[in-house]
Antibody, heavy 119, light 112 residues
Framework: QVQLQESGPGLVRPSGTLSLTCSVS?????????WSWVRQPPGKGLEWIGEISESGITYYNVSFKSRVTTSMDRSKNYFSMRLTSMDVADTAVYFC????????????WGQGILVTVSS | DIVMTQSPDSLAVSLGERATINCKSS????????????LAWYQQKPGQPPKLLFYWASTRESGVPDRFSGSESGTDFTLTINNLQAEDVAVYYCHQYYHAWAFGQGTHVEIK
């Protein structure tokens, strides 16, 4: 059974940096696939942030491109995201998600983590 | 970038009636090697993550009631809920995963 689990701080100060990790079980992120981050501000829709492939290729939403980086640790089967210059408007539930040969190329999602930006 | 245009924003339907949600991609999201549209539909209830209903536009996820159906025609996609039940009240999203994911704006489905 595929499981993705986000971890990280629930509170970030304005201008600070958000670092989130997505632990993956049931599939290997080293196998062909793409691993994504998505967020959802309170009461709003889903917004794709970016993704990283099993070989380390990255694509980012242009809205975040200057602030976001993604990475992965294949030995520990997790991938991560850093989002800099956090603002109150970045308050959201952050989801990790992905798809690959081990998921049958069907998207799979984590439960999400609420991150609040506040002083 | 691929843009997903979803309509309507909200929909009020009587119990037992049909709800129809539309989604249009700004370009083809058909993956040629397997001839499958890279589109998913989700149901989201408050405080929960999106729940996968359909992938490849019309393949129903295990456990999803068959009153839900997904269809496709070119770059137009439709989610239909027949015999609407109270538990179907939720927000529904379309999602293209062909390249650089994008989501529709969401459709709020409520009971009339």
């Amino acid at each position: 059974q595929v499981q993705l689990q986000e971890s990280g701080p629930g509170l970030v100060r304005p201008s600070g940096t958000l670092s989130l990790t997505c632990s993956v079980s049931g599939v290997s992120i080293s196998h062909t696939g793409w691993w994504s981050w998505v967020r959802q501000p309170p009461g709003k829709g889903l917004e794709w942030i970016g993704e990283i492939s099993e070989s380390g290729i990255t694509y980012y939403n242009v809205s975040f491109k200057s602030r976001v980086t993604t990475s992965m640790d294949r030995s520990k089967n997790y991938f991560s995201m850093r989002l800099t210059s956090m603002d109150v408007a970045d308050t959201a539930v952050y989801f990790c998600a992905g798809r690959g040969m081990d998921t049958g190329w069907v998207p799979v999602w984590g439960q999400g983590i609420l991150v609040t930006v506040s002083s | 970038d691929i843009v997903m245009t979803q309509s309507p924003d909200s929909l009020a339907v009587s119990l037992g009636e049909r709800a129809t949600i539309n989604c249009k991609s700004s370009q083809s999201i058909l993956y040629s090697p397997d001839n499958k549209n890279q589109l998913a539909w989700y149901q989201q209830k408050p405080g929960q993550p999106p729940k996968l209903l359909f992938y490849w536009a019309s393949t129903r996820e295990s456990g999803v009631p068959d009153r839900f159906s997904g269809s496709e025609s070119g770059t137009d996609f439709t989610l239909t809920i027949n015999n609407l039940q109270a538990e179907d009240v939720a927000v529904y999203y379309c999602h293209q995963y062909y390249h650089a994911w994008a989501f529709g704006q969401g459709t709020h489905v409520e009971i009339k």
